[in-house]
Protein backbone atom coordinates (compact mmCIF):
# COMPACT_ATOMS: atom_id res chain seq x y z
CA UNK A 1 0.00 0.00 0.00
CA UNK A 2 1.42 3.61 -0.95
CA UNK A 3 1.53 6.36 1.31
CA UNK A 4 -1.47 7.95 0.12
CA UNK A 5 -3.72 4.82 0.60
CA UNK A 6 -1.99 4.24 4.06
CA UNK A 7 -3.19 8.26 4.85
CA UNK A 8 -6.44 7.73 3.50
CA UNK A 9 -7.21 4.36 5.38
CA UNK A 10 -5.96 5.68 8.62
CA UNK A 11 -8.46 8.71 8.13
CA UNK A 12 -11.29 6.51 7.70
CA UNK A 13 -10.31 4.00 10.50
CA UNK A 14 -9.65 7.14 12.69
CA UNK A 15 -13.22 8.92 11.83
CA UNK A 16 -15.25 6.23 11.93
CA UNK A 17 -13.61 5.15 15.55
CA UNK A 18 -14.91 8.30 16.73
CA UNK A 19 -18.15 9.03 14.99
CA UNK A 20 -19.61 5.33 14.16
CA UNK A 21 -20.45 6.86 10.78
CA UNK A 22 -19.68 6.00 7.16
CA UNK A 23 -16.84 8.08 5.91
CA UNK A 24 -17.29 9.91 2.62
CA UNK A 25 -14.70 11.63 0.55
CA UNK A 26 -15.65 15.36 1.16
CA UNK A 27 -15.26 14.34 5.32
CA UNK A 28 -11.57 13.29 4.25
CA UNK A 29 -10.89 16.12 2.83
CA UNK A 30 -12.02 18.50 4.95
CA UNK A 31 -10.77 17.31 8.16
CA UNK A 32 -7.55 15.79 7.33
CA UNK A 33 -5.80 18.01 5.03
CA UNK A 34 -4.23 15.10 2.87
CA UNK A 35 -3.43 17.69 0.51
CA UNK A 36 -5.52 16.17 -2.47
CA UNK A 37 -8.92 16.63 -3.82
CA UNK A 38 -12.33 14.99 -2.76
CA UNK A 39 -11.86 13.07 -6.18
CA UNK A 40 -8.30 11.41 -5.71
CA UNK A 41 -9.36 10.72 -2.29
CA UNK A 42 -12.18 9.29 -3.81
CA UNK A 43 -10.35 6.85 -6.68
CA UNK A 44 -8.12 5.90 -3.40
CA UNK A 45 -10.86 4.50 -1.68
CA UNK A 46 -12.42 2.94 -4.71
CA UNK A 47 -8.93 1.25 -4.84
CA UNK A 48 -9.33 0.30 -1.16
CA UNK A 49 -12.54 -1.04 -1.26
CA UNK A 50 -11.54 -3.34 -4.19
CA UNK A 51 -7.97 -4.48 -1.78
CA UNK A 52 -10.65 -5.29 0.67
CA UNK A 53 -9.79 -2.64 3.01
CA UNK A 54 -12.43 -0.83 3.07
CA UNK A 55 -16.63 -1.34 2.94
CA UNK A 56 -19.73 0.65 2.13
CA UNK A 57 -22.05 -0.51 4.53
CA UNK A 58 -25.24 0.29 2.45
CA UNK A 59 -25.72 2.07 -1.50
CA UNK A 60 -24.71 5.93 -1.37
CA UNK A 61 -23.20 5.76 2.05
CA UNK A 62 -19.14 6.14 2.53
CA UNK A 63 -16.57 4.01 3.44
CA UNK A 64 -15.90 2.22 6.70
CA UNK A 65 -13.50 -0.21 7.80
CA UNK A 66 -13.49 -3.71 7.02
CA UNK A 67 -11.49 -6.48 9.17
CA UNK A 68 -8.55 -6.88 7.03
CA UNK A 69 -8.31 -2.81 7.06
CA UNK A 70 -8.46 -3.21 11.12
CA UNK A 71 -5.77 -5.71 11.17
CA UNK A 72 -3.47 -3.66 8.44
CA UNK A 73 -4.06 -0.54 10.73
CA UNK A 74 -3.14 -2.10 13.98
CA UNK A 75 -0.02 -3.98 12.08
CA UNK A 76 1.03 -1.05 10.33
CA UNK A 77 -0.48 2.31 11.21
CA UNK A 78 -1.17 2.54 14.54
CA UNK A 79 0.88 4.99 16.80
CA UNK A 80 1.60 4.04 20.41
CA UNK A 81 -0.91 5.64 22.75
CA UNK A 82 0.70 6.26 26.17
CA UNK A 83 -1.48 6.25 29.11
CA UNK A 84 -1.66 9.81 30.83
CA UNK A 85 -0.45 10.68 34.46
CA UNK A 86 -3.95 10.48 35.84
CA UNK A 87 -4.81 7.05 34.66
CA UNK A 88 -1.34 5.85 35.75
CA UNK A 89 -1.74 7.08 39.37
CA UNK A 90 -5.17 6.20 39.24
CA UNK A 91 -4.26 2.42 38.70
CA UNK A 92 -1.09 2.44 41.27
CA UNK A 93 -3.56 4.33 44.05
CA UNK A 94 -6.33 1.53 43.46
CA UNK A 95 -4.26 -1.58 43.42
CA UNK A 96 -1.90 0.13 46.52
CA UNK A 97 -5.39 -0.01 48.45
CA UNK A 98 -6.63 -3.50 47.73
CA UNK A 99 -3.14 -5.01 48.30
CA UNK A 100 -3.85 -7.47 50.61
CA UNK A 101 -6.81 -10.13 48.52
CA UNK A 102 -6.22 -11.52 45.21
CA UNK A 103 -10.29 -11.46 45.12
CA UNK A 104 -10.07 -8.11 45.40
CA UNK A 105 -7.61 -7.41 43.59
CA UNK A 106 -8.71 -9.34 40.08
CA UNK A 107 -12.44 -7.58 41.27
CA UNK A 108 -10.23 -3.77 40.98
CA UNK A 109 -8.48 -5.18 37.78
CA UNK A 110 -12.10 -5.70 35.98
CA UNK A 111 -13.20 -2.50 37.28
CA UNK A 112 -9.96 -0.21 36.04
CA UNK A 113 -10.05 -1.84 32.58
CA UNK A 114 -13.67 -1.53 31.88
CA UNK A 115 -13.25 2.83 33.07
CA UNK A 116 -10.15 3.05 31.30
CA UNK A 117 -11.24 1.66 27.94
CA UNK A 118 -15.05 2.00 28.32
CA UNK A 119 -15.65 -1.33 26.98
CA UNK A 120 -16.70 -5.03 28.46
CA UNK A 121 -13.37 -6.34 30.22
CA UNK A 122 -12.70 -9.98 31.39
CA UNK A 123 -10.50 -11.44 33.33
CA UNK A 124 -9.66 -14.92 34.61
CA UNK A 125 -8.34 -15.57 38.18
CA UNK A 126 -4.64 -17.25 39.24
CA UNK A 127 -4.92 -20.98 38.30
CA UNK A 128 -4.63 -21.87 42.20
CA UNK A 129 -4.47 -25.52 41.39
CA UNK A 130 -1.15 -25.69 40.22
CA UNK A 131 -0.03 -23.30 43.28
CA UNK A 132 2.22 -25.06 45.89
CA UNK A 133 1.52 -24.41 50.33
CA UNK A 134 3.57 -21.94 51.30
CA UNK A 135 2.30 -22.01 55.32
CA UNK A 136 -0.14 -23.49 57.19
CA UNK A 137 -1.05 -22.32 60.30
CA UNK A 138 -4.01 -23.50 62.78
CA UNK A 139 -4.76 -20.53 65.74
CA UNK A 140 -6.63 -20.96 68.67
CA UNK A 141 -9.43 -18.82 68.84
CA UNK A 142 -10.75 -19.76 72.23
CA UNK A 143 -12.27 -23.05 73.91
CA UNK A 144 -14.38 -24.56 71.04
CA UNK A 145 -12.71 -22.85 67.68
CA UNK A 146 -10.00 -22.53 65.80
CA UNK A 147 -8.98 -20.98 62.45
CA UNK A 148 -7.08 -22.59 59.94
CA UNK A 149 -5.41 -20.67 57.51
CA UNK A 150 -3.26 -22.20 54.57
CA UNK A 151 -1.28 -19.99 52.30
CA UNK A 152 -0.64 -20.65 48.93
CA UNK A 153 2.75 -19.34 46.99
CA UNK A 154 0.44 -17.75 44.36
CA UNK A 155 -0.68 -15.62 47.35
CA UNK A 156 -4.13 -16.63 47.50
CA UNK A 157 -5.40 -17.46 51.07
CA UNK A 158 -8.31 -20.25 52.07
CA UNK A 159 -9.21 -20.07 55.65
CA UNK A 160 -11.82 -21.95 57.61
CA UNK A 161 -13.36 -20.97 61.03
CA UNK A 162 -13.66 -25.31 62.52
CA UNK A 163 -15.13 -26.72 66.09
CA UNK A 164 -12.23 -28.46 67.91
CA UNK A 165 -12.35 -30.20 71.01
CA UNK A 166 -12.04 -28.92 74.80
CA UNK A 167 -9.01 -31.31 75.45
CA UNK A 168 -7.57 -29.75 72.47
CA UNK A 169 -4.70 -26.89 73.48
CA UNK A 170 -3.38 -24.16 71.38
CA UNK A 171 0.14 -25.89 72.18
CA UNK A 172 -1.53 -28.63 70.28
CA UNK A 173 -2.44 -26.55 67.23
CA UNK A 174 0.80 -25.20 67.30
CA UNK A 175 2.55 -28.92 67.22
CA UNK A 176 0.55 -30.01 64.46
CA UNK A 177 0.95 -26.32 62.40
CA UNK A 178 4.59 -27.36 62.68
CA UNK A 179 4.32 -30.85 61.53
CA UNK A 180 2.05 -30.02 58.10
CA UNK A 181 4.65 -27.26 57.35
CA UNK A 182 7.07 -29.65 57.74
CA UNK A 183 5.67 -32.55 55.47
CA UNK A 184 3.64 -29.71 53.03
CA UNK A 185 5.40 -27.10 52.44
CA UNK A 186 6.36 -26.57 49.03
CA UNK A 187 3.98 -29.12 48.13
CA UNK A 188 1.38 -29.49 45.24
CA UNK A 189 -1.42 -31.28 45.46
CA UNK A 190 -0.02 -33.81 42.28
CA UNK A 191 3.14 -34.38 44.25
CA UNK A 192 1.50 -35.84 47.44
CA UNK A 193 1.94 -39.26 48.18
CA UNK A 194 -0.22 -41.57 49.99
CA UNK A 195 2.52 -42.48 51.79
CA UNK A 196 3.63 -38.55 53.18
CA UNK A 197 -0.01 -38.30 53.94
CA UNK A 198 -0.26 -41.64 56.12
CA UNK A 199 3.57 -40.17 58.13
CA UNK A 200 1.15 -37.26 59.17
CA UNK A 201 -1.66 -39.21 60.59
CA UNK A 202 0.53 -41.21 62.44
CA UNK A 203 2.97 -38.75 63.83
CA UNK A 204 -0.80 -37.10 65.00
CA UNK A 205 -2.25 -40.00 65.65
CA UNK A 206 -3.96 -38.41 68.85
CA UNK A 207 -5.32 -35.62 67.03
CA UNK A 208 -7.13 -37.65 64.17
CA UNK A 209 -10.61 -35.62 64.54
CA UNK A 210 -8.66 -32.27 64.24
CA UNK A 211 -6.45 -33.17 61.43
CA UNK A 212 -9.38 -34.44 59.46
CA UNK A 213 -10.59 -31.38 59.35
CA UNK A 214 -7.40 -29.36 58.50
CA UNK A 215 -6.52 -31.84 55.83
CA UNK A 216 -10.19 -30.93 54.46
CA UNK A 217 -9.22 -27.34 53.51
CA UNK A 218 -5.74 -28.36 52.63
CA UNK A 219 -7.48 -30.62 49.57
CA UNK A 220 -9.44 -27.82 49.11
CA UNK A 221 -6.55 -25.08 49.00
CA UNK A 222 -4.66 -27.06 46.56
CA UNK A 223 -7.24 -28.38 44.27
CA UNK A 224 -9.34 -25.63 43.92
CA UNK A 225 -9.22 -24.19 40.65
CA UNK A 226 -11.94 -20.97 39.68
CA UNK A 227 -12.89 -23.69 36.45
CA UNK A 228 -15.14 -21.59 34.07
CA UNK A 229 -15.07 -18.62 36.22
CA UNK A 230 -14.35 -15.06 34.97
CA UNK A 231 -15.07 -12.35 36.16
CA UNK A 232 -16.97 -9.20 33.59
CA UNK A 233 -16.61 -5.50 33.81
CA UNK A 234 -18.74 -3.22 32.33
CA UNK A 235 -21.37 -5.02 30.82
CA UNK A 236 -23.24 -2.44 29.57
CA UNK A 237 -20.52 -0.63 27.97
CA UNK A 238 -20.92 -2.81 25.53
CA UNK A 239 -24.68 -2.77 25.03
CA UNK A 240 -24.27 1.16 24.96
CA UNK A 241 -22.56 0.90 21.68
CA UNK A 242 -24.00 2.23 18.33
CA UNK A 243 -23.68 -1.17 16.58
CA UNK A 244 -25.18 -3.18 19.65
CA UNK A 245 -28.49 -1.21 19.92
CA UNK A 246 -30.58 -3.65 17.52
CA UNK A 247 -32.80 -5.83 20.02
CA UNK A 248 -31.62 -8.90 18.53
CA UNK A 249 -28.00 -7.92 18.76
CA UNK A 250 -28.22 -6.83 22.69
CA UNK A 251 -30.25 -10.42 23.33
CA UNK A 252 -26.83 -12.36 21.68
CA UNK A 253 -24.35 -10.16 23.21
CA UNK A 254 -26.30 -10.82 26.76
CA UNK A 255 -26.54 -14.62 26.00
CA UNK A 256 -22.46 -14.94 25.46
CA UNK A 257 -21.74 -12.84 28.90
CA UNK A 258 -24.12 -15.26 30.38
CA UNK A 259 -21.65 -18.12 28.77
CA UNK A 260 -18.79 -18.46 31.82
CA UNK A 261 -17.10 -21.40 29.95
CA UNK A 262 -17.08 -19.96 26.50
CA UNK A 263 -15.93 -16.24 27.70
CA UNK A 264 -12.95 -18.55 29.46
CA UNK A 265 -12.20 -20.72 26.35
CA UNK A 266 -12.15 -17.02 24.49
CA UNK A 267 -9.93 -15.27 26.54
CA UNK A 268 -7.29 -17.71 27.42
CA UNK A 269 -7.41 -19.40 24.49
CA UNK A 270 -6.65 -16.07 22.34
CA UNK A 271 -4.05 -15.00 24.33
CA UNK A 272 -0.59 -15.69 23.31
CA UNK A 273 2.43 -16.83 25.78
CA UNK A 274 3.62 -13.35 26.62
CA UNK A 275 2.37 -9.55 25.38
CA UNK A 276 -0.55 -7.73 24.02
CA UNK A 277 -2.56 -10.07 21.02
CA UNK A 278 -5.61 -8.63 19.40
CA UNK A 279 -8.23 -10.54 17.61
CA UNK A 280 -10.26 -8.98 14.92
CA UNK A 281 -14.12 -9.97 14.08
CA UNK A 282 -13.58 -13.83 12.45
CA UNK A 283 -10.07 -14.02 14.02
CA UNK A 284 -12.22 -14.05 17.25
CA UNK A 285 -13.41 -17.42 15.82
CA UNK A 286 -16.74 -16.67 17.60
CA UNK A 287 -19.47 -16.69 14.77
CA UNK A 288 -22.22 -14.94 17.67
CA UNK A 289 -19.34 -11.49 18.46
CA UNK A 290 -17.88 -11.66 14.94
CA UNK A 291 -18.66 -8.06 15.33
CA UNK A 292 -16.16 -7.49 18.26
CA UNK A 293 -12.41 -7.44 18.56
CA UNK A 294 -10.48 -9.02 21.82
CA UNK A 295 -8.12 -7.34 22.99
CA UNK A 296 -6.48 -9.95 25.78
CA UNK A 297 -3.01 -10.54 27.52
CA UNK A 298 -1.61 -12.81 30.23
CA UNK A 299 -0.36 -11.95 34.03
CA UNK A 300 2.07 -13.57 35.20
CA UNK A 301 3.47 -14.86 39.02
CA UNK A 302 6.95 -14.89 39.36
CA UNK A 303 7.78 -15.54 35.73
CA UNK A 304 5.00 -18.23 35.64
CA UNK A 305 1.84 -17.45 33.91
CA UNK A 306 -1.19 -17.31 35.64
CA UNK A 307 -4.27 -16.06 34.16
CA UNK A 308 -5.21 -13.41 31.47
CA UNK A 309 -7.25 -10.13 31.30
CA UNK A 310 -8.57 -9.00 28.19
CA UNK A 311 -11.41 -6.34 26.70
CA UNK A 312 -14.46 -6.93 24.53
CA UNK A 313 -15.65 -4.01 22.33
CA UNK A 314 -16.72 -3.49 19.08
CA UNK A 315 -14.05 -3.89 15.74
CA UNK A 316 -14.65 0.07 15.88
CA UNK A 317 -12.55 -0.08 19.54
CA UNK A 318 -10.17 2.24 19.93
CA UNK A 319 -7.12 0.04 19.69
CA UNK A 320 -4.29 2.28 20.80
CA UNK A 321 -5.22 3.07 23.76
CA UNK A 322 -7.27 -0.31 24.97
CA UNK A 323 -3.77 -1.68 23.98
CA UNK A 324 -1.92 0.39 26.50
CA UNK A 325 -4.22 -0.03 29.23
CA UNK A 326 -4.01 -3.90 28.76
CA UNK A 327 -0.56 -3.75 28.72
CA UNK A 328 0.17 -1.30 31.72
CA UNK A 329 -2.41 -2.96 33.26
CA UNK A 330 -1.00 -6.67 33.09
CA UNK A 331 2.29 -5.11 33.89
CA UNK A 332 0.91 -4.06 36.83
CA UNK A 333 -1.09 -6.65 38.15
CA UNK A 334 1.53 -9.20 37.87
CA UNK A 335 3.67 -6.68 40.33
CA UNK A 336 1.43 -6.93 43.05
CA UNK A 337 0.76 -10.34 43.10
CA UNK A 338 4.25 -10.95 43.32
CA UNK A 339 4.39 -8.36 46.03
CA UNK A 340 1.61 -9.90 47.84
CA UNK A 341 3.61 -13.45 47.96
CA UNK A 342 6.42 -11.99 48.92
CA UNK A 343 4.55 -10.08 52.06
CA UNK A 344 4.67 -6.80 51.89
CA UNK A 345 3.18 -3.60 50.30
CA UNK A 346 4.45 -1.45 47.98
Known amino acids: MDD??????????????????????????????????PATIRNEMSDLEEQGFIEQPYTSA??????????????????????????????????EVKVRDVGQVIQK????????????AMVLPPRIGISNIKHIQIVYMHQSQAMVIAVMDNGTVQHRLIEIPESITALDMETIS????????????????????????????????????????????LTLEFEDKIYLGGVFNMLNQPEFRNVEKIKTMLSIMEQEKLLCDLLEGG????????????????????????????????????????????????????????????????????????????
Do not use: W
Open 109 to 120: TGQLLSQLTHYT
Open 271 to 346: AGDEGVTVRIGGEIDQLDIKECSMITAPYSIRGRKMGFIGVLGPTRMEYAKVISVVDYMTKHLSQTLEQMIRGRKK
Open 62 to 95: GRIPSERGYRYYVDFLMRKQELSKEEEELIRREY
Open 4 to 37: RKQKVLLAIVHDYIKTAEPVGSRTIARKYQLGVS
Open 178 to 221: KVLNAKLQGQAMKSIKLTLIKDIYYELARHRNLLDLVMELVQES
